[in-house]
């Protein structure tokens, strides 16, 4: 593991300098191994761990390459690690949630396009009257996806996807047990789209506050 790490180190050291940069082709392993001054088979692990958090792209028959080193691709993997969360840490995920969520929407409230924002309107106006728990969720979660993007920063918007899958069934819960969830979870989303299409961030970012923070003090009381 000590060896792996090393070439891991030193392949990063290459991208990180810009000698290799988005896109570049890697050497071929025996040039790079002796150039580097590693073992082939250090060098190979190093390359497979790389590629699992896609900062390289292994191509059979063409060779390694640096992939693009957008942030949604590179933070792809929090996702993986976050599948791994134990049910007692979702009220760690929605203190998070609460920390990021309120940002990204003061930030659409700024930033949104538009289109963007009449998009979200008709995401909030096609839950329908009466919407099943599962499409409420799902709406919800579609809802917040777009007011990430909204907020034009893809490191915030990639945080906040790759965090929002353990809370799920904590809103799924909420919807099924809680009085009046549904109608306080339609009436704090149209507030929040209402603080957009204002151009208030504060004020947008007070109602995201108090909508992710009402499921984080449900969850309290009920565990």
Not at 9 to 23: V, Y
Request: glycine share 8%; net charge negative.
């Amino acid at each position: 593991m000590a060896l792996t790490d090393e070439a891991i180190d030193k392949i990063k050291e290459m991208i990180t300098s810009g000698e290799l940069g988005p896109g570049d082709r890697l050497p071929k392993e025996a040039d790079l191994a002796e150039r580097l001054g590693l073992s082939r088979n250090s060098l190979r692990e190093a390359v497979k761990a790389l590629s699992i958090i896609r900062v390289l792209d292994v191509r059979q028959g063409d060779g390694t390459y640096v992939t693009s080193l957008e942030p949604p691709l590179l933070l792809d993997a929090l996702s993986f690690v976050v599948d791994f969360h134990r049910d007692d840490t979702v009220l760690q995920f929605l203190e998070v949630r609460r920390i990021l969520e309120p940002a990204a929407t003061a930030l659409a409230a700024q930033r949104m396009p538009e289109e963007g924002i009449v998009k979200l309107q008709a995401t909030l106006d096609g839950l329908g009257t009466d919407p099943g728990i599962e499409a409420l969720v799902s709406n919800d979660l579609d809802f917040h996806r777009q007011i990430a993007a909204g907020a034009g920063n893809t490191v915030l918007c990639s945080l906040i996807d790759g965090l929002s899958g353990p809370t799920t069934r904590a809103r799924i819960w909420r919807g099924l047990t809680q009085q009046g969830a549904v109608t306080r979870t339609r009436e704090q989303h149209q507030s929040i789209v209402d603080a957009i299409v204002a151009r208030e961030p504060e004020l947008a970012r007070s109602w995201a506050t108090v909508h992710v923070a009402g499921v984080e003090d449900w969850l309290r009381h009920a565990l």
